[in-house]
DNA sequence: ACGGTTTATGCAACTAGTTGCACAAGGTGA
DNA sequence: TCACCTTGTGCAACTAGTTGCATAAACCGT
C-alpha cells in the first residue's frame, strides 16, 4: 500500500496534474516504485476523496482539461506518520535468477543473449543515474533534503553496478559452461 | 506470470507435495520467488488441469492426505520455453528507498530505528546466504547444475552486501543531520 | 474549417498476489 | 477416550497492479 504514498511525496516535492505526475513517475520517483497513468489516477481521485489532497481551483473540471493537486495538512500527516512507521521488508521476485535456477534442470540454451540484453539495459541506467548524480548533486551542496535524495540515488548506482558486474560474472561462467541440454 | 514456473522448477529438483512446496519456497526457491500455501495449491490444481503436472498416485486424494505431484514432459517443455524466451525486467519496488525520499519533505524522525531493523534482518540473510555457500558449494565442485546454482546464490550474498552496506552508510549520514522535522 | 496528432483524463475488465478462514486426519497427553 | 495440537489441503474474498480502450480538448498544418 505505498503508491498513495509515493503520490504524495510527488505532491509535496510539487504539486501536479496527473498526467505531470505520470511522467515524474517514468523517470525520478518511478526507478523504485514505477505506476502507470491509470494507476495514478484512480489513486488520486482516492486521495481527493479521502481528504488527503485537494484540485487547485485553476480551471473547470473537465475532461481532457488539467486539473493540478496539492496536499492538504492531513495528507502531510499521513505520509509523516507511514514514512515513520516500521514495516517489513517485502520479499524479492526476481524473474531472471529464477530462469537460471530453471536452466540448471532444463538446459541454458537461449539464456545467454537474453542475459546479455539485460546487461546493456542495466548498463544504461547506470549511465544514466551517474548523470543524474552529476547534475543534481555537485560536490559541496549538503542539505538535509538533497543527502537523502543522494543517498537514494546511490541506491540505485550501487544496485544497477552489482548487476552489471553479477550479470558480467554469469557470461563469463557461462563461456565455460558445455552448452544446450543437460539432463 | 512466473509462479508456474517457479513450481516447475521446484518439482523438477525433486517432486513433492504441496506442503513440501511451501516449506522449500520458505527456504531457497522462495529467497528470490516467494509464494503463500494458497497461492501453490491453486496452482498446482491449473498446472495438473492443464497437464504440465500430474499426481503421483501413492495415496488415495482426500482431504489432510499427502499429495505428491510430479513434471510430465509438456511441463519440462514448458519451463524450457519459458527460460529461453526473452523477457523485459520488471520495474523495481522498494519501500524503503520510497520512505528515504518521503522522509526528505516530512523528516526523517522515527525512521532510524526502523533503518537499524533493517540492517539487521539483511545482516541475519547474508550470514545464512554464507553458511549455504560454505555447506552447499565448497571449492572444487563445477558441475554445469551446480556452478548455475551457485551464482544464483552469488547473486543472494551480493544483494544482502549491497543492502547492509547501503544501510550503513545510511545509518552514518543519519548521525550527521539535524534531526527530526524539516518544513 | 477540416482532419490528424498530441495532451490529458478516465472506465472496465483482467491477472497476480494476500489474508482469513475452514476442514480433515493423525498424533499426544490427561 | 476425548480434548487439543499439528500437519496438510483448500475455498472465498480482498487488494494491488496491468491492459486495453474511450473520450475530450487543444494545437497545427493545409
Known amino acids: 500500500m505505498s503508491l498513495p ?3 504524495l511525496t510527488a505532491l509535496l516535492e510539487k504539486p501536479s496534474s496527473g498526467l505531470e505526475l505520470t511522467r ?14 491509470q494507476q495514478i489516477y484512480r489513486e488520486l481521485g482516492k486521495l481527493e476523496a479521502d481528504g488527503l489532497i485537494r484540485a487547485l481551483p485553476s480551471q473547470q473540471p473537465a475532461r481532457g482539461q488539467k486539473k493540478s493537486y496539492d496536499v492538504l ?7 509523516a506518520r507511514w514514512t515513520s512507521a516500521s514495516q517489513d521488508p517485502k520479499p524479492h521476485r526476481d524473474t531472471l535468477l529464477l530462469r ?4 540448471a534442470v532444463v538446459g541454458t540454451a ?8 539485460h546487461l546493456e539495459l542495466h548498463e544504461r541506467q547506470l549511465a544514466e543515474y551517474r548523470e543524474i548524480e552529476q547534475r543534481d548533486f555537485p560536490p559541496g551542496r ?12 546511490r541506491a540505485g ?13 554469469a557470461l563469463a561462467d557461462f563461456a565455460e559452461l558445455p552448452d ?3 539432463v
Chains 1, 2 share one sequence.
Open 5 to 7: 504514498h509515493a503520490i
Open 142 to 153: 549538503d542539505g538535509t533534503e538533497d543527502r537523502l535524495r543522494h543517498l537514494v540515488l
Open 110 to 117: 537461449g539464456l545467454e543473449t537474453d542475459l546479455r540484453r
Open 157 to 169: 548506482i550501487d544496485l544497477e553496478t552489482f548487476w552489471t558486474q553479477w550479470l558480467r560474472r
Open 73 to 79: 495538512p492531513a495528507g502531510r500527516a499521513e505520509l
Open 180 to 182: 544446450g541440454e543437460p
Open 24 to 37: 515524474r513517475f517514468d523517470r525520478s520517483i518511478g526507478y523504485f516504485w514505477s505506476a502507470t497513468h
Open 100 to 103: 537460471l535456477r530453471a536452466a
